[in-house]
């Protein structure tokens, strides 16, 4: 291995921590499975950046983050049930980014690639997940009161929707981070997985987010390894969410 | 009379098409009990709502609402529907409001023991209290950050007897050992003659406020609730017990 799949293996690694504690608090908001769905918003960018030969993260971005922001502002003004955004948003993303995406591109841009990663890549990937990191830990206790009661938040002066809005794009970036490793299909597995895992574990906050960060880890550093030295397909991603799978069904055994 | 804590004026509130506070003005002094009662649909939770400016759009609310300078507001909601599966116990919630306010950690223990929250119940996950015990924590919780007015919405309206008389009772030595405003929505007029000295009114065909003993009349409990008299010689005979 060269310096540039180090540098992939280092940022899959903070990216790891970065989504073990955004999908902690994705959990308490109980927002999981529409999670799922914004990962799903960077397909219909990304087959756009494949067919104009540009670089995919940006298309990747721009369809998310704009996604992102339009899911917030519908939910605002129609008042539309979680059930029915994931419904439409979800079909719509998947049918557009399947129909745009060259069939070569398709496999990268679903499940991701493991390729190498340059130094201004390694360095653009790690401040995203930093700023991730770094906000998450200073919203933490906003976070914790929206949780409890969105009009008990306000009440105390927390700006709860702009909050959600913040939200949404912390967990936008996160996923935009991982989905070089674990494409649009998987890129919230990362975010969903280690924190039910950890939901199983404890009951205490501070080591809720440990827990789901550790299992993030654990499972970013033996899929990569398995899929580097045993199974060598193309993507690591597939075999991360495996690790991440596994470890869940374990944490079952403890409250079984 | 000095500064009034609280002064609203010509307050109307609207959803859409349905206007559920007409025209509404009165002024709060500082250590009033204010009672609002009502039937149900008269705007009793949307007036503590828009008091705490929580009503969503701003173009919903006319009129205003004006807070002393000095007015620190805490609030008990009705109920809360936390989500049985969270992972956070009434301490991680108490020290989350305490270090998003930037109050010293002593004060979780100090509102945890003026409100008998005991060590256990401190260290307990949210989702497994009993209503009168996540009732006493939505106290504490509201007493954190040293509020001088204090609104609540039908706070004991999921307990049982006992458990809401202890939960006046503390809340009745809590205003009168820190000399609270209250502003207190309760269908319960038993509790509104015992602990309020102002009652507000609220229905579709009319509002009024005033001393309990001098509005609450049998004609206007009729009117209010369609009830017949002997309800209102209940409530009298638990009022002046």
């Known amino acids: ?256 | 009379m000095g500064n009034p804590v609280l002064s609203v004026s010509n307050l109307c509130v609207s959803f859409g098409s349905r206007t559920v506070i007409r025209g509404l003005s009165f002024k709060l002094q500082q250590g009033d009990c204010l009672a609002v009662i009502g039937p149900n649909g008269a705007g009793k939770s949307v007036l503590l709502k828009a008091l705490l400016h929580l009503v969503p759009s701003p173009n919903e609310i006319q009129g205003e609402i004006r807070w002393s300078e000095n007015s620190r507001l805490g609030y008990v909601p009705q109920r809360v529907a936390a989500d049985r599966q969270l992972p956070l116990r009434v301490k991680d919630l108490l020290e989350a409001k305490a270090r998003f306010l930037g109050l010293p950690a002593t004060d979780v223990s100090l509102v945890a023991s003026e409100t008998r929250l005991t060590t256990e119940l401190v260290d307990t996950r949210i989702g497994v209290l009993s209503g009168g015990q996540l009732q006493k924590v939505l106290i504490a919780f509201a007493l954190l950050g040293d509020p001088n007015v204090l609104l609540f919405d039908e706070p004991t309206a999921s307990l049982d007897e006992l458990s809401e008389e202890r939960v006046y009772e503390s809340l009745h030595s809590l205003q009168k050992d820190r000399r609270f405003t209250v502003i207190l929505v309760s269908h319960d007029l038993s509790v509104v003659y015992r602990y309020a000295n102002m009652v507000l009114c609220l229905s579709k065909v009319r509002t009024c406020m005033g001393a309990p003993k001098e509005i609450l009349t049998p004609q206007l409990l009729e009117e209010l609730y369609s009830a017949p008299a002997k309800y209102y010689q209940h409530v009298q005979e638990h009022g002046s017990g």
């Open chain 1, 1 to 256: 291995m060269g310096p540039s799949h180090y540098y992939a293996l280092l940022l899959a690694l903070v990216f790891a921590v970065a989504a073990g504690l955004v999908g902690s608090f994705a959990f308490m908001k109980r927002m999981l499975l529409a999670s799922d769905v914004i990962s799903h918003l960077a397909l219909p960018g990304l087959g756009i950046a494949f067919l104009l030969k540009i670089n995919p993260v940006v298309g990747g971005a721009a369809s998310l983050f704009l996604g992102a922001f339009l899911i917030w502002r519908l939910q605002r003004q129609t008042g539309l049930s979680s059930d029915t955004m994931i419904g439409v948003v979800f079909a719509a993303a998947l049918a557009i980014g399947a129909a745009v995406t060259p069939n070569a591109d398709l496999l990268e841009a679903l499940f991701g690639a493991s390729k190498e990663l340059s130094l201004p890549g390694f360095i653009l990937g790690s401040t995203a997940a930093g700023l991730v990191i770094f906000f998450v830990v200073r919203l933490k206790n906003q976070l914790v009161l929206t949780v409890f009661s969105p009009e008990l938040a306000a009440a105390t002066g927390v700006p709860v929707s702009r909050l959600d809005l913040y939200f949404l794009f912390l967990f936008s970036l996160t996923v935009l981070v991982g989905l070089r490793f674990t494409g649009a299909l998987l890129g919230s597995a990362l975010l969903i997985v280690p924190a039910a895992t950890a939901h199983q574990l404890t009951s205490k906050l501070s080591q809720f987010a440990a827990i789901s960060c550790l299992v993030s880890v654990f499972s970013v550093s033996a899929g990569w390894l398995f899929n580097a030295f045993v199974s060598r397909s193309t993507t690591p991603g597939p075999t991360i969410v495996i690790v991440s799978g596994l470890l869940f069904g374990l944490s079952l055994l403890k409250r079984g």
